[in-house]
């Protein structure tokens, strides 16, 4: 690819990611005015925005395995135009059914961000792939935080069903961009799709994130809600079983259990709970009315525009999470980021009192968040083949949904029980929010507990591994350079070629690798290297114009 063409690849797909990240945050400013918008009570009203939750829990794993086996860019413009779909349908909408079949049709485009972390690895220059990486995972955290002043702008000053037109238009623009800059990968799985994978996983999943997102409503001693947890438990059960067993599985539970992508996932889970913290507290602080003691009396609008620099953080943060990674490793990115994720909660747990206090809080908190998002998928893709790397993000992206979603579950119990009474009105304490934020903070030290557990970057053993092959297609007029890159862009090894086009990279790192043959000033082709000890792969190089 050109390198004009790959300078296009990033802002497109990282617009993309933000467009569908919008989504979180697009309905909040409606939610108190839903039951009289759509006739409907408060419970039901609810379903609009628990329904883009549980399509977005079965789509985000199912679109990554399609898109391995059937092509990354398709399964990419499939999901925004789900999105166009459903914000057509709210956008139509003026009663319950059709805002809900809306807001499901939103969730299921959540695939867009591991796919688009996907492509990148398949067309990017090595060297280019940590940071694009780094602000693709971060876009997710930086289109809520943009969403909230700019959907809640557009709902004071206009028809709310102008919010979901806007989506709309969004979701068009990126389709066209998509259609226009970034190519189809050759990168494939093929193979048969595993149906009853993705149901059975599709189905513990509606029962897990039901009765979380439910529980507080229904009751977490309900029988239902433990049913739900109990059917959950069983059906993951049978799923690990099947996906063991089956030829071709949805995911991959052997990789999947290897010890840097196991304890990835597991500090993404309690990340994504880390994270939502703020999402939770820092809008009711700031919009409580200042008779409360602590409330500060701000409007919807207001709040938005407290939290969206927060996402502008992130997106900052986002180039320094991949020069970290360079550096140290993704591993020390990421107990870096959960660190100051930590260290924004304590600080805002004694600074609540102004707005300023909360912006800086909120700063800090993002800073931390884009540093770990763009360290998580530079650790999956360091662990997983190429073949594999949209339903590796992918299952990544859905342990920081379950994050969120328990998150929400918790702090809704926590500020339910912690109240304090103004004359009829009864709001959470200012102790009940100081809970959950202290909750968030020894969260994100978990998520820097399990981090440390993480392998350290192998260093480069003498009598370690090798790969050798020939660089095939060379003109024999320049000299051909063999350089082996980490998923996050570093270089293990570099030698140049014989005359023949022999190589041999000696004491390399125990870490999938990509081979890189550049014959000067040709441009090259990059093949996949697994984690053996010893291999040889011959490349064809192959020549394209510049740009």
């Not at 739900?228 to 099947?242: E, I, M, P």
């Not at 009396?297 to 407290?306: E, H």
């Not at 591993?331 to 909360?358: D, F, H, S």
């Not at 190429?386 to 979603?405: C, H, K, W, Y």
């Amino acid at each position: 690819m050109s390198s004009a063409r790959t300078g296009r690849v990033v802002p497109v797909l990282a617009f993309t990611g933000i467009v569908v990240s919008l989504m979180q945050t697009l309905i909040i400013p409606l939610v108190p005015e839903l039951p009289g918008l759509l006739g409907a009570s408060s419970a039901d009203t609810a379903w609009a925005i628990t329904a883009t939750l549980l399509a977005a829990a079965v789509a985000t794993p199912t679109v990554g395995r399609l898109g391995d086996m059937y092509g990354k860019r398709r399964m990419l413009l499939v999901s925004v135009v789900l999105l166009v779909a459903g914000s057509v349908t709210c956008g139509l909408s003026s009663s319950l059914v059709p805002m809900i079949a809306g807001r499901a049709l939103q969730g299921l485009a959540s695939g867009v961000i591991p796919l688009g972390i996907s492509i990148m690895r398949d067309e990017l220059p090595a060297e280019r792939l940590g940071s694009a990486t780094a602000m693709m995972s971060a876009s997710l955290g930086v289109g809520g935080a943009l969403g909230l002043p700019a959907a809640a702008l557009i709902a004071e000053n206009a028809d709310w069903h102008v919010l979901f037109w806007t989506a709309a238009g969004l979701g068009v623009v990126a389709f066209l961009l998509v259609v226009s800059f970034v190519p189809e990968s050759a990168v494939r799985t093929g193979g048969r799709f595993d149906l009853p994978g993705a149901l059975g996983l599709s189905v513990a999943l509606l029962c897990l994130l039901l009765a979380i997102s439910k529980g507080a409503d229904w009751g977490w001693g309900d029988g239902l809600t433990i049913g739900l947890f109990v059917a959950a438990v069983v059906v993951l059960l049978v799923w690990g079983w099947w996906e063991l067993r089956a030829k071709e599985p949805l995911v991959d539970l052997r990789t999947t259990a290897r010890r840097q992508v196991l304890l990835t996932n597991m500090a993404s889970v309690v990340f994504g709970f880390a994270m939502f913290a703020m999402s939770l507290v820092l809008p009711q602080l700031l919009q409580l009315p200042t008779a409360t003691g602590f409330g500060l009396g701000q409007t919807m609008l207001v709040a938005g525009l407290v939290m969206a620099p927060s996402g502008l953080v992130m997106m900052a943060t986002a180039p320094v999470s991949a020069k970290i990674s360079r550096t140290s490793g993704p591993k020390v990115t990421l107990m870096l980021g959960a660190l100051v994720v930590a260290a924004g909660y304590g600080l805002n747990i004694v600074l609540m009192g102004e707005v300023w206090q909360l912006l800086v809080a909120s700063c800090v908190i993002g800073a931390g968040i884009g540093l770990s998002y763009g360290a998580m998928p530079a650790l999956i893709m360091s662990a997983v083949p190429v073949s594999e790397t949209a339903s590796a993000n992918s299952l990544n992206t859905l342990m920081r949904s379950i994050g969120t979603s328990t998150s929400s579950a918790v702090a809704g119990v926590v500020l339910a029980q912690m109240t304090v009474s103004f004359g009829p009105v009864t709001v959470p304490s200012q102790n009940g929010f100081r809970v959950v934020l202290a909750i968030g903070a020894g969260a994100a030290l978990v998520a820097l507990f399990v981090a440390a557990f993480l392998p350290a970057r192998q260093q480069a053993r003498a009598a370690g591994r090798w790969v050798s092959g020939t660089v095939r297609g060379t003109s024999g007029a320049g000299l051909v350079t063999v350089t082996a890159h980490r998923a996050d862009g570093s270089v293990a090894a570099s030698i140049t070629a014989g005359p023949d086009g022999g190589y041999a990279l000696a004491a390399l790192p125990e870490e999938p690798l990509t081979l890189v043959a550049v014959e000067h000033p040709a441009v090259h082709e990059t093949v996949s290297v697994g984690a053996g000890l010893t291999w040889r792969h011959d490349i064809d190089l192959v020549r394209k114009e510049r740009s």
